[in-house]
């Protein structure tokens, strides 16, 4: 069982940086591969960066490209997304995730934490 909050939502204004963290308990994090993803009001839930757990591999959805920046750290069993010039209008709620190879699927999800972007 991987227990997953994440943190750093909030109000931001138009053309500023964000960081979302999320905090995974367990001592196997770095078995699992880790996820962002988000959720518009009205629309579906949609992937948007992920992270291998040994090597650190990143990918990321087409749209975050350039500005989203994934990364982890296996000592504090933590991962973070950086998000840079957001863009106006925008709201969403962010959820971390973490998966096993054995199963290539997400198993685990945090109840999300709110990004709201100010005109």
């Known amino acids: 069982q991987v227990l997953l909050v994440e943190s750093g939502g909030g109000l931001v204004q138009a053309g500023g940086s964000l960081r979302l963290s999320c905090a995974a308990s367990?001592?196997?994090?770095?078995?699992?591969?880790m996820g962002w993803f988000r959720q518009a009001p009205g629309k579906e839930r949609e992937f948007v960066a992920s992270?291998?757990?040994?090597?650190?591999?990143?990918y990321y959805a087409g749209s975050a490209k350039g500005r989203f920046t994934i990364s982890r750290d296996n000592a504090k069993n933590t991962i973070d997304l950086q998000v840079k010039d957001l863009k106006p209008g925008g709201k969403a709620v962010y959820y971390c995730?973490?998966?096993?190879?054995?199963?290539?699927?997400?198993?685990?999800w945090g109840q999300g934490t709110q990004v709201t972007v100010s005109s």
């Open positions: 367990g001592r196997t994090f770095s078995s699992f591969f």
């Open positions: 992270i291998s757990g040994s090597s650190g591999s990143t």
């Open positions: 995730a973490a998966g096993q190879v054995s199963t290539a699927s997400y198993s685990y």
